[in-house]
């Protein structure tokens, strides 16, 4: 079997410790008309190492602004995102995206994989930037993809891959960096009952054996199953579990 694969940084970190946090959290948009949209409404939200959470609701219920609340992407109306007990608010874009960087993976509804390069090397970039080695950061890569059953699919672009493969070499990427938390938008929202289904294990089987963090909000429940907290976003109120 291949070496255990080191992922996320503070392993040793209690398990206690609140690696994302939304303190009363809202979010108002205005419209094209000038009228306030309320999207959310006083969320709070805490995520503990090693922990699946899902945040269920419908489309429209404000679970992608709340992930990308969550991500440091935009800022709330009110209320405070931290992560890793670090605030985001009164923090420059700049100072902000080296927390994000360091921090969160990313998985989106559609893969976002760079058309051009291969699986392999689509999950070496993102610890390129992050100033890895070539060699490390190539057997890092080699690892995920293997652990996420692309172990044959290494060369293949994008366009070469299922749809399932697809989403799970966006997994690979998004743990490439070795994050704290993965903040996962409907990953199986573009798949087929039977890929989904492949997809939610592996996801709750990396939470398990590695000690990241996951925010996976979907309309799914059989990813929710698999969660230790489910919570329900109904117009944009957080219910607890
Ligand atoms: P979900 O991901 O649960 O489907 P979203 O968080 O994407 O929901 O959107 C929630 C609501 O916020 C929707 O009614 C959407 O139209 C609105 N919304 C999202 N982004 C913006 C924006 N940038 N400006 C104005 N309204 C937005
Ligand atoms: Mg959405």
């Known amino acids: 079997m291949m070496d255990k694969i080191q992922y996320s940084p503070d392993e040793a970190a209690p398990a206690s410790e609140s690696v994302i946090e939304a303190a009363g959290v809202s979010k108002t948009y205005v419209g094209g008309d000038g009228k306030p949209l309320h999207i959310l409404h006083n969320v709070d939200l805490s995520v503990g190492r090693g922990q699946l959470v899902a945040v269920m609701g419908q489309s429209g219920s404000g679970k992608s602004t709340l992930l990308h609340l969550l991500g440091g992407l935009d800022s709330p109306t009110t209320g405070v995102v931290r992560i890793g007990g670090v605030a985001l608010s009164d923090r420059s874009d700049a100072q902000i995206a080296a927390i994000r960087n360091r921090n969160i993976g990313f998985v989106f509804q559609f893969h976002h994989l760079l058309q051009e390069f291969s699986a392999l090397e689509n999950v070496i970039l993102p610890m390129r930037i992050a100033g890895k080695r070539r060699d490390e950061a190539e ?94 976003l109904v117009k944009g109120n957080l219910q607890k579990p």
């Open 139 to 232: 057997k890092r890569a080699r690892q995920l993809l293997e652990r996420l059953g692309l172990g044959e699919r290494l060369t293949h672009r994008p366009g070469e891959l299922s749809g399932g493969e697809q989403q799970r070499a966006a997994v690979a990427r998004a743990l490439a960096v070795s994050p704290r938390v993965v903040l996962a938008d409907e990953p199986s929202g573009n798949l087929d009952q039977e890929n989904g289904e492949i997809l939610h294990d592996l996801l709750a089987e990396v939470v398990r054996e590695s000690g990241v963090s996951m925010v996976v909000v979907t309309h799914n429940s059989g990813l929710a199953d698999r969660a230790d907290l489910v919570y329900q």
